[in-house]
């Protein structure tokens, strides 16, 4: 079985620069979240989605940040203009529904490196 | 303010005895607890969890203790393996309402 499947893996870029990044959840999950590790924080939920909609983005640090769920497959992330201080690991985590004990199953992230 | 805590975020075991990891949380509707392994360069994956309506449950090798009113839940890993060497998130939910809330982790390195 396919898992959550992020790309890129790894990300470096220059400051000011757009960057996206994607996230398919696995089949027939109707839940898809976002996190951010870093060191001091450890790991934020930026948002999640319910049924491709979004429930709740307060989680999102800034304007520079969005999120879309345009279907049930596929996820985007994108930092437009980026700034060093959003290097982190990015994760996407999918589960089957929003409210349930059901799990979250995380991708292996996208490590960026805004220089 | 950090609803989930984990306050120790490193610890060295020896191989063979046990590991115990503990978590604090503050938000009394949490009703679900989940504890995440995590090894370098991959996401975290599902380890064990416990409803609130139980104080233990048991998979193997692993335990999870839950403790109500002291509002604390731990991890027990018996006997460690240099293979249990990760980060271990904890992270609790109130299914009512609200998804996973992560505790910092703690990093688990089980000496050989």
């Known amino acids: 079985d396919a898992g959550v499947i992020q790309s890129p893996r790894h990300e470096v870029t220059e400051m000011g620069q757009e960057v996206t990044l994607r996230c398919k959840p696995i089949s027939g999950h109707n839940s898809l979240f976002w996190y951010r590790q870093t060191m001091m924080r450890g790991l934020e939920l930026l948002i999640y989605?319910?049924?491709?909609?979004?429930?709740?983005d307060s989680g999102m640090p800034e304007d520079r940040f969005s999120a879309k769920m345009p279907n049930a497959s596929f996820s985007t992330l994108k930092i437009q203009p980026s700034e060093p201080r959003d290097s982190a690991v990015y994760f996407c985590?999918?589960?089957?529904?929003?409210?349930?004990?059901?799990?979250?199953?995380f991708g292996d992230g996208t490590r960026l490196s805004i220089l | 303010d950090q609803q989930v805590k984990q306050n120790s975020p490193s610890l060295s075991v020896q191989e063979g005895r046990i590991s115990i990891l503990n978590c604090d949380y503050t938000?009394?509707?949490?009703?679900?607890f989940l504890w995440y392994k995590k090894y370098p360069a991959e996401g975290p994956t599902f380890l064990i969890s416990i409803s609130s309506i139980k104080d233990k449950n048991e998979d193997g090798r692993f335990t999870v203790f839950l403790n109500k009113s002291a509002k604390h839940l731990s991890l027990h890993i018996v006997p460690s393996q240099p293979g249990d060497s990760a980060v271990y998130f904890c992270a609790a939910l109130n299914s009512g309402n609200t998804p996973l809330v992560f505790g910092k982790g703690t990093r688990l390195s089980v000496i050989a």
């Open positions: 985590a999918s589960s089957i529904a929003l409210r349930s004990n059901q799990p979250q199953h």
């Open positions: 938000n009394s509707m949490f009703d679900y």
């Open positions: 989605f319910n049924n491709n909609v979004p429930i709740d």
